[in-house]
């Protein structure tokens, strides 16, 4: 092997150029240390082999004589300039990778072209002796013509270069580009693209984006914006509105406190009066979820008011019927009671007020009444390792106390009145042989409590705590 060096150091050059071309091809720059170390060490025995056999890559190869070996030499010779190239923009990536990550991809990129055009002019000027200025000039000439045809190319080049200075977002932010919403998976040197809530790919170019208005849903990482809109009708006082939205936004427990989520009156026409409830959730993935459940508990406090989202035919159905009447028809429970049924039941109901902050029915209290909530958001409290904490919340519709009356158990939690509410009351002694001769209602209720005690029982549940692991490998994994 010695010899073959010795006697043959050209051809061992051009070996290890092919093999870090090979490296090149198999092998990633952003790869473990060892292979990025393997690089530097083969250039380093190309520019040994080079310099030992006489040919500098600052001079003319020395053989002008024999024409072949000549041209192999000043082939290896260029060669050394493009392979220092390459080794150094290896190189200066895999230390942006460590400072910068994925975003400055488009600068290495950059810095990695000016590298390369630097070692190609270099090689004009020293290895093959040809006159630079010229070279230059005509370079320059032809670099206006290539500008002037590739115009956009190079806006969206500059603008990723903006981007990536200032940084309105970066990998995996969610952003919305003059109304283009999605997730950011790659920022490259001619757009940026972007995985839509569809799932669909979106390209945005960089000069398009730079233009555009930016919104990054990301910004700041632990509070993401959520809103809904509503339209109503403009005969509807808004102060009655806009306590049942607030009531509403009080019922979902999944809105952050601070800041705080609010209920504004956005526009009004006589068309209609728009309402937004605004506020923030601490991950992107409980937006939709949110909107959801606000619309949803929106529509309920909205008709416990006595007013109905804007539509193009009014709903009159229920217009004549009292307020314990129309909750009968809009309780899962009841709804299969006759209409008959349902207007003797409704004069049985009896009207209580609670003040927030009131108890209703306080944890492991049998109940001999059912509440069924007409007004305000009810808060459900359980306790876990002696610290009480809130499960859940309710709003109109909903039923407190069906566990004294179906089987005198209780539930374990205590259930208190978050805002001003109105229940209506049932007693247990009207109310026990309707459920006798209404199986249907009586499994209705039974299948409720299943499912509330065992959310409970789930909710009380401690979480285990994780012993940390101690000893001496522990120690130092914990210093590494």
Request: aromatic residues 8%; charged residues 20%.
């Amino acid at each position: 092997m010695l010899s073959l060096v010795t006697n043959h150091p050209l051809v061992c050059a051009l070996l290890l150029i092919l093999i870090d071309l090979g490296i090149w091809r198999l092998m990633s720059a952003n790869g473990p240390p060892w292979k990025l170390l393997l690089r530097v060490l083969i250039f380093s025995l190309f520019s040994v082999l080079l310099f030992n056999e006489g040919l500098n890559p600052l001079e003319v190869a020395p053989w002008a004589d024999n024409v072949p070996l000549h041209l192999a030499a000043t082939g290896l010779q260029i060669g050394w300039w493009l392979f220092g190239a390459r080794t150094l923009t290896v190189l200066i990536g895999a230390v942006m990778m460590q400072r910068v990550g994925h975003t400055g991809r488009l600068l290495q990129d950059l810095l990695g072209a000016v590298i390369f055009l630097i070692a190609i002019i270099a090689a004009l000027a020293y290895v093959l002796d040809l006159p630079v200025k010229g070279v230059l000039a005509t370079s320059g000439a032809l670099a206006i013509i290539v500008g002037l045809a590739l115009q956009s190319t190079l806006s969206d080049v500059f603008s990723g270069i903006v981007l990536n200075t200032t940084k309105p977002y970066q990998l995996d932010d969610w952003i919305s580009i003059d109304g283009t919403e999605g997730r950011v998976t790659d920022i490259d040197w001619r757009a940026t693209r972007m995985q839509t809530a569809q799932g669909s790919m979106a390209v945005i170019p960089n000069s398009l984006a730079a233009k555009a208005k930016i919104i990054n849903f990301s910004r700041p990482s632990d509070i993401f914006g959520v809103s809904i809109s509503l339209q109503l009708s403009p005969h509807a006082r808004p102060q009655t509105v806009l306590d049942a939205l607030e009531r509403a936004m009080e019922g979902c427990r999944y809105l952050l406190n601070k800041p705080a989520p609010c209920v504004a009156l956005k526009g009004s026409s006589p068309a209609g009066v728009e309402y937004e409830i605004s506020g923030f959730v601490v991950s992107m993935d409980q937006k939709r979820m949110v909107r959801n459940l606000l619309f949803d508990l929106a529509f309920r406090h909205l008709q416990a008011s006595g007013v109905s989202l804007l539509s193009s035919v009014e709903p009159n159905v229920q217009a004549n019927l009292s307020r314990p009447r129309a909750l009968l028809e809009s309780s899962a429970i009841f709804s299969t009671l006759r209409q008959e049924e349902k207007e003797t039941f409704s004069q049985h109901m009896t009207l209580q007020h609670f003040r927030a902050g009131d108890v209703i029915l306080p944890g492991g209290e049998v109940s001999d009444h059912l509440f069924i909530i007409e007004s305000g958001v009810v808060s459900v409290t359980l306790s876990r390792g002696g610290i009480k904490f809130e499960s859940g919340r309710m709003g109109p519709g909903e039923v407190i106390g069906e566990g004294g009356i179906l089987s005198d158990t209780a539930l374990p939690a205590d259930f208190n009145a978050k805002t001003a509410c109105s229940l209506y009351r049932i007693e247990k002694d009207y109310l026990k042989p309707c459920l006798e001769a209404r199986h249907d209602i009586g499994e209705a209720m039974k299948a409720l409590l299943d499912f509330r005690l065992h959310k409970a029982q789930v909710f009380a549940q401690e979480t285990p705590k994780v012993v940390a692991k101690k000893g001496f490998l522990q120690w130092l994994r914990s210093r590494a």
